[in-house]
């Protein structure tokens, strides 16, 4: 007689990979359902604000940093919607799974804290950059804009959609209720993102606002983009590098440490 | 020996007036307070998305004294943001409450109460209209401290406020009517309501357009009541007051006959 072997438990290695593809791709997927909304409104919300610009001041407009305005204005506005998306993408995810109680379905499989944080923040960073595609090329139909450094363009767009991800998913995980994100989308996110530098030079803020702006994330990743479409940048862009990592890292361990201690997702 | 039963009293049905005052009331006030219990969002934060705008003008381009058509800057882009505002809320209450009812299937209790179909679709378009001008008083009132807007003409204001309210309140609950959806609405929002708030002269003098959208502005409605606001504030209007006030009036009454109908025949709502 054979010995009957129970069941033996899978083993994921260090990192449950198989687990965190899946995470992501549903995370991905969450999004691409409804395309209309996360990629066509982007692109026509932008287009209008550019519209708003280019009527109202682009024919007096001078130069900004070196060019025309509306080659000035138009970096600002792509990582303005990168940005909103990302934060939105991770923010509704966990947001609507809390509310609807389908959270226990992220918290039951066997994935760790770094392993939720990064699928669902992944599933943001994409939605960002699929979003900055897609409005990037249109963009530049109707504004000729030349690349002046690649490498700055990746780093800012994936850095700023990482730090935006992770914040909505921070915001995701504290809110109890939709009106709660709503505040903080408008009375904390929206004004970064448009007071930092989107629509105009920091260099024509008052004195202490300057000060204030090269203190401000949102500030060096508008900046460092759009440094490496027109070649010209406001700040210190080492200064950029350095502010977004340490920002990016310190979000990344918040946001681990609230998944590990399970803060208002297993009380 | 029979006892003859006496004449029953059985329940009357509760008569009305020409108008049920009572329900109408209560379908008003029930639209209005969910406007002011989410306060945070309906009125401050769009006093809040407001003066972002405001503020990114005024730092980007307001320093060195810019004018717009005559104006002080400020002053031209103020009353535009406050008629746009008052489009935007109008428009969203107008419709989030009618798509909330139906997605949830709660629409049948405003069908069943005994409302005719012009005080149904009346308190529900008239909450609207108030919850926008409330929201534009609020913009108004964050606007103050930094601009000045002491009204040009008082009844042109109210009347072209109203009318955009009125207009955008009866297109939000059509487009309630219409969606199946979250999304039909979204679309609606983001593909239609929004462009035309902020394209017809919100921001930026008409003379600044190309020919031909200064030839299509004059039949775009959101115009006039733009331009209705502005003058109301500041005296200066870029098109025709009495045009404007003739063409909003009219496109009121055939938005809210065709609201009427649909709204009576229970397109949407009881099939």
Not at chain 1, 62 to 77: E, I, K
Not at chain 1, 189 to 199: E, H, K, V, W, Y
Not at chain 2, 60 to 68: K, L, T, V
Request: with cysteine; hydrophobic share 55%; proline share 6%.
């Amino acid at each position: 007689m054979t010995p009957v072997r129970p069941p033996a438990p899978r083993v994921p290695g260090a990192v449950n990979w198989l687990g965190l593809w899946t995470l992501y791709v549903k995370e991905v997927r969450r999004f691409a359902k409804v395309g209309t909304q996360t990629v066509l409104a982007p692109l026509v919300t932008t287009l209008i604000f550019l519209g708003i610009f280019a009527f109202a001041f682009g024919s007096r407009a001078g130069a900004v940093g070196g060019v025309p305005y509306l080659q000035f204005l138009v970096p600002g506005l792509v990582m303005m919607a990168m940005v909103q998306n990302a934060f939105a993408n991770t923010a509704s995810s966990v947001m609507i799974s809390k509310i609807q109680g389908s959270i226990v379905d992220l918290l039951m499989p066997p994935l760790g804290p770094g392993e939720l944080a990064l699928g669902i923040a992944a599933g943001g960073v994409t939605r960002g950059l699929v979003v900055g595609l897609a409005i990037m090329p249109i963009l530049a139909i109707v504004v000729p804009t030349a690349i002046h450094d690649f490498g700055f363009i990746l780093f800012h767009a994936v850095a700023a959609s990482l730090m935006l991800s992770l914040l909505g998913l921070i915001g995701g995980i504290w809110a109890d209720k939709f009106d709660h994100m709503a505040a903080i989308t408008n009375f904390i996110i929206t004004p970064l993102a448009f007071l930092s530098g989107t629509f105009y030079s920091v260099e024509r803020l008052p004195k202490a606002l300057v000060v204030v702006a090269h203190l401000d994330p949102f500030f060096y990743m508008i900046d460092g983009f759009r440094y490496g479409f027109i070649g010209h940048a406001d700040g210190s862009l080492g200064a950029g590098l350095v502010v977004l990592t340490v920002a990016n890292a310190g979000l990344w361990w918040f946001a681990y440490r609230l998944f590990a201690i399970g803060y208002k997702l297993k009380a | 020996m029979t006892v003859s039963p006496g004449p029953l009293s059985g329940p009357t049905p509760r008569p009305f007036g020409l108008v049920n005052w009572i329900g109408v009331g209560a379908l008003f006030w029930r639209g209005l307070s969910r406007i002011l219990k989410d306060y945070r969002d309906t009125l401050l934060g769009m006093a809040a998305s407001s003066l972002l705008f405001l503020a990114v003008f005024h730092f980007a381009f307001g320093a060195d004294g810019a004018q717009m058509a005559g104006l002080p800057m400020l002053r031209f882009l103020a009353p535009g943001l406050i008629a746009a505002a008052i489009c935007q809320q109008a428009f969203d209450a107008g419709s989030v409450m009618l798509v909330f009812d139906k997605m949830e299937g709660i629409f049948a209790d405003v069908l069943m109460a005994p409302l005719t179909t012009a005080e149904r679709g009346g308190a529900m378009v008239l909450a609207a209209t108030a919850g926008a001008l409330l929201s534009g008083a609020t913009v108004l009132a964050a606007f103050l401290p930094f601009v000045p807007l002491a009204p040009a003409a008082p009844v042109a204001l109210l009347f072209f406020a109203t009318a955009g309210a009125l207009m955008h309140g009866l297109l939000g609950t059509l487009v309630g009517l219409w969606a199946r959806r979250w999304d039909h609405y979204q679309a609606a929002a983001t593909f239609v309501v929004m462009p035309l708030a902020y394209l017809s002269g919100a921001f930026y003098s008409i003379e600044s357009l190309p020919p031909i959208g200064q030839w299509l502005v004059r039949f775009n409605p959101v115009f006039y009541v733009i331009d209705g606001v502005r003058y109301g504030f500041t005296g200066h209007a870029e098109g025709s007051g009495a045009v404007g006030a003739v063409f909003l009036l009219a496109v009121n009454a055939a938005l809210w006959f065709t609201l009427h109908r649909l709204l009576g025949r229970g397109w949407r709502t009881k099939s």
